[in-house]
């Protein structure tokens, strides 16, 4: 089974109003974790969405219209480039899923590069998981909550960079760009896997 891991840096937390800027993929066999690939892109926009950009997101990942559009490239080439690259490993329904930190984020900026009509034809799986709701089940979920804290004490928080913290992980390097953010979620999914837990002290 292979999972592919997501992470898409835009200009706002409002998928009607902002773009996505910036996307990094990685494709992982998740049998041994041997078999690696990523795909990384900056996306070009007008200049319309940077002037009703979120100065915080833009904060975040460190973009602006000025350093943005050296390196950026029209959104069809993107998704061409991520059309192919998923057709490549061979990505489709019952042989893979996506993963991200909140599907109710990437999926619809995702959309604005792949739209539903592309995915349905490419056979690409519909699933999208997310690592916060695994470190839930995992961590503080069913017969786990006796082991691991709930009404003892800690305060969960189910950011990427808690989750990390929790699984004794750095922080993801800022400012984030997206392929950071994948690789960053790929680190954060391998612990949770693996049962990793740190417990800051009281």
């Not at 902002?18 to 070009?44: F, K």
């Not at 984030?176 to 896997?193: E, P, T």
Request: aromatic fraction near 14%; proline fraction near 4%; charged fraction near 25%.
């Amino acid at each position: 089974m292979k999972a592919v891991f997501v992470d898409i840096e835009t200009t706002g937390l409002d998928f009607d109003r902002h773009v996505a800027i910036d996307i990094g993929l990685i494709i992982v066999d998740l049998n041994d974790y041997s078999d690696i690939h990523e795909y990384t892109s900056c996306i070009r926009c007008d200049e319309a969405h940077w002037w009703y950009s979120d100065p915080k997101a833009l904060e975040v990942n460190g973009y602006s219209s000025h350093n943005h559009h050296k390196i950026a490239k029209d959104d069809w080439i993107v998704s061409e480039q991520i059309e192919a690259f998923l057709k490549k490993h061979d990505i489709v329904k019952g042989k893979a899923f996506f993963i991200c930190q909140n599907p109710s984020f990437d999926r619809p900026f995702f959309l604005q590069l792949m739209c539903h009509e592309k995915m349905i034809e490419m056979n690409l799986p519909y699933h999208w998981l997310d690592l916060a709701s695994m470190y839930w089940m995992k961590f503080f979920g069913s017969y786990h909550e006796n082991l691991y804290g709930i009404g003892c004490g800690y305060d969960v928080s189910l950011s990427k960079d808690s989750i990390a913290k929790s699984l004794g992980l750095p922080p993801e390097e800022k400012p984030h760009k997206a392929i950071g953010g994948a690789r960053h979620l790929f680190q954060c999914y391998k612990a949770v896997s693996e049962n990793r837990m740190c417990w800051p002290d009281k």
